[in-house]
């Protein structure tokens, strides 16, 4: 799924049904006569204070929808030029997109110019757009217009379609200006009622009706058994992992020969011990200070909810790609990354100032010289830890994750100062600088080479693009373990840090990196989900030779009117799953939940399994994009394989994340328990699957006892 449409399924979490009563955008139409066959179609927007609908031109797709306009093309007129637009327009850094965005605020105005040979003919066509506030994106519509040429001047045409659709509402028809329509043949329209009455417009790109309400009641269910937990937090591990991050930066000839000098100028140029601790211990502060203030300036920068939508974005993930390519050909000693020597200069003046402050930036002249080895394992950790902050923020701007990871970091390169100072008696144990802190550097350019694949990967899926599926990606990790495992034997010899018989150290590494490299093929071979990859390579199911509609083979159907059918036949109950191809964590419960055999025979054996994604954006009629099935309930018109499922799901659930999962009676409105989102937890999620399927057993009893007269209950 595109990140342009995961901002509003993310930042819609919590719909109610209070959203869809707002007005926020009112489009109307008229048409200018310039003369000598041409004239300017004018489409004007009047929006509620506080929202904002979008330019035509955003740098970037993957932000908020962008206007579009769709033309019925026709031999009586020709366009000329692209639409233009004005009014009330303004550009600026969005910090929720984490882009540049053009947008309309109070009134937009959009401009085609067309010529026009044949006036009897009408021009119609479709607006598409999308309104956000400061709280919440609604979902893109569609608007149709007509426009019925004259030459006696400026024509005005009927009001067109906003936002104030009432789903809920049944009984009566909404207002002439509530419902998307042809504004040259509105009383063609059916009303938007949900009882699914009313006549098929006449208009010859009707294809249909689709009821996107349905009789379910979201606030209802059998059974309140294995209710939604409150997801916890994973800082620990979070803090853990930049602990960890930290100590292998340590062992790198940047900083490794820094700690016994380092040690010994605080203990030997101090006049007593007590103050040589503590200004060992104040260096040691220092770099906590100093790495951490480093993640916070950079993730605050880019806020606490763009790093996470790196997940998901084809232009970030790019740039990784290339920026991590860069960090592996440095660390295999192709070239050195270094910063502005003026920095380490003016910082090491100020270090020989002495007192706390000299003290503070000597600590910080560390930081600076380390950035070769400490960058690499620094951009790593910030962009990892980001990319699973889901939106939590300190003061509102910094990112937690990255701030945690970057407290871990800091701690560990920051603990052999103060901890030698402490105890200088155990500088003696201390291994020499050698050739083994090369190939500690070499290492981390194996596996900066593999994470870089994980990103072109994650731009890959998100395009459609196929060229790095689960059998190109498993097999150049492959080639890479496999290197490294010949790297650390020494049979790698143009790389330095391997000359020589290899020691334990060596063997140990060179025989996990082999092993993994057979894991890799097992799971090549087999077509099997490796655990140790989860979240890093492709779904299996998104491969060359042995492609899967669904995930691990599962039968599973993409119409929930077919998915109740068959449960009807098979008198199975049915597991709704609202997904979407690039929604991140979907994948996660498809890779790490799903794959577990307790949840696999549950949902293979005992569901019957719809998965609707509602971002698919294939069109319902390919050979006609003006072709639409009409909403019942909205009078939308609806022309995109998503637009029928992220309308079902709303109007249904009044809920517009993803995944989300519901699990129902084969009739198709009841619901067994309480729906739920993203459960990493599997003994929490097969509780929520068999607090169903028992549900759905109490209603097969409750059927099956008999009743006074004698019969089964009906």
């Known amino acids: 799924m595109r990140l342009r449409l995961m901002l509003w399924l993310l930042t819609t979490t919590l719909f109610s049904s209070?959203?869809?009563?707002?007005?926020?955008?009112?489009?109307?139409?008229?048409?200018?006569?310039?003369?000598?066959?041409?004239?300017?179609?004018?489409?004007?927007?009047?929006?509620?204070?506080?929202?904002?609908?979008?330019s035509q031109f955003l740098e970037s797709e993957d932000g908020p929808v962008p206007t579009s306009f769709t033309f019925e093309e026709g031999p009586h007129y020709q366009r000329k030029g692209q639409v233009k637009e004005s009014g009330n327009k303004s550009t600026k850094y969005d910090n929720v997109f984490g882009m540049n965005l053009t947008k309309f605020s109070g009134t937009g105005v959009f401009t085609?110019?067309?010529?026009?040979?044949?006036?009897?003919k009408p021009i119609k066509g479709y607006l598409t757009y999308m309104v956000c506030n400061d709280e919440m994106c609604l979902p893109p519509r569609d608007v149709d217009f007509s426009f019925s040429l004259t030459t006696s001047g400026t024509a005005p045409q009927k009001p067109a379609a906003t936002d104030n659709l009432q789903p809920g509402s049944s009984g009566s028809a909404p207002d002439a200006s509530s419902t998307p329509r042809d504004t040259s043949k509105a009383g063609d329209i059916p009303a938007g009622e949900s009882s699914g009455e009313g006549n098929a417009p006449k208009d010859p790109n009707f294809q249909g009706f689709f009821d996107s309400k349905r009789s379910i009641n979201p606030q209802e269910y059998v059974s309140q058994c294995a209710a939604e937990t409150e997801e916890r937090g994973s800082g620990w591990w979070v803090f853990i992992a930049g602990f960890l991050g930290g100590l292998i930066a340590l062992l790198t000839p940047c900083v490794f020969p820094m700690i016994p000098l380092t040690v010994s100028f605080f203990t030997k140029r101090s006049r007593d011990r007590a103050t040589g601790l503590r200004n060992a211990l104040w260096y040691s502060a220092s770099i906590v200070i100093i790495y951490v203030s480093i993640g916070i300036l950079l993730t605050a920068l880019f806020g606490p909810t763009i790093l996470n939508e790196m997940s998901t974005d084809m232009y970030f993930n790019l740039l990784f790609f290339v920026v991590f390519v860069v960090f592996a050909l440095s660390f295999f000693g192709l070239f050195e990354i270094t910063l502005p020597s003026s920095w380490v200069d003016k910082s090491d003046r100020m270090a020989d100032k002495g007192g706390l402050l000299g003290i503070f930036f000597m600590a910080f002249t560390l930081a600076l010289v380390s950035f070769s080895c400490t960058g690499p394992i620094v951009g790593t950790l910030l962009v990892e830890t980001a990319r699973t902050n889901s939106g939590d923020a300190l003061f509102g701007f910094v990112p937690v994750r990255p701030l945690i990871g970057m407290t871990g970091f800091g701690l560990a390169l920051a603990l052999p100062f103060g901890l030698f100072a402490m105890f200088p008696g155990w500088l003696q144990s201390l291994p020499k600088s050698g050739n083994w802190m090369d190939n500690v550097k070499a290492t981390l350019g194996f596996v900066e080479l593999a994470l870089a694949l994980k990103f072109l990967s994650t731009a890959d899926m998100v395009r459609h693009w196929g060229i790095l599926k689960f059998e190109i990606f498993l097999a150049l990790w492959l080639l890479i373990a496999l290197g490294l495992g010949l790297y650390q034997l020494g049979l790698v010899p143009f790389l330095k840090g391997a000359s020589g018989r290899p020691g334990v150290g060596r063997l140990v590494v060179a025989g996990l990196s082999l092993w993994f490299a057979s894991y890799l093929a097992y799971g090549l071979f087999n077509?099997?989900?490796?655990?140790?990859?989860?979240?890093?390579?492709?779904?299996?199911?998104?491969?060359?030779?042995?492609?899967?509609?669904?995930?691990?083979?599962?039968?599973?159907?993409?119409?929930?009117?077919?998915?109740?059918?068959?449960?009807?036949?098979?008198?199975?109950?049915?597991?709704?799953?609202?997904t979407g191809y690039g929604c991140v964590n979907c994948r996660k419960m498809e890779e790490n939940v799903w794959n577990k055999k307790e949840i696999l025979a549950l949902l293979r054996d005992r569901y019957v399994v719809a998965s609707l994604y509602v971002d698919d954006q294939a069109r319902l009629f390919p050979e006609n994009r003006q072709k639409y099935l009409l909403d019942r309930h909205t009078g939308e018109k609806i022309r995109t394989v998503g637009g029928k499922w992220s309308s079902f799901q709303i109007n249904n659930f009044q809920r517009n994340s993803q995944p989300w999962y519901v699990l129902m009676h084969h009739d198709g409105k009841t619901l067994l328990n309480q729906p739920r989102g993203y459960t990493p937890d599997v003994e929490e999620y097969r509780s929520f699957l068999e607090c169903g399927l028992a549900a759905f057993a109490q209603i097969k009893e409750r059927q099956s006892e008999p009743s006074l007269l004698g019969g089964p209950e009906r």
């Open 18 to 54: 209070s959203v869809f009563a707002q007005t926020p955008a009112r489009w109307s139409f008229s048409t200018k006569e310039i003369g000598n066959g041409e004239f300017d179609l004018i489409f004007t927007v009047a929006l509620s204070d506080g929202w904002n609908t979008y």
């Open 112 to 120: 085609q110019r067309v010529v026009v040979s044949d006036l009897s």
């Open 527 to 578: 077509y099997q989900s490796l655990s140790l990859l989860s979240g890093i390579a492709p779904p299996v199911h998104y491969n060359y030779f042995r492609p899967m509609d669904c995930p691990h083979q599962l039968d599973c159907y993409h119409d929930f009117d077919e998915a109740v059918r068959v449960a009807q036949m098979e008198n199975k109950p049915i597991f709704v799953d609202f």
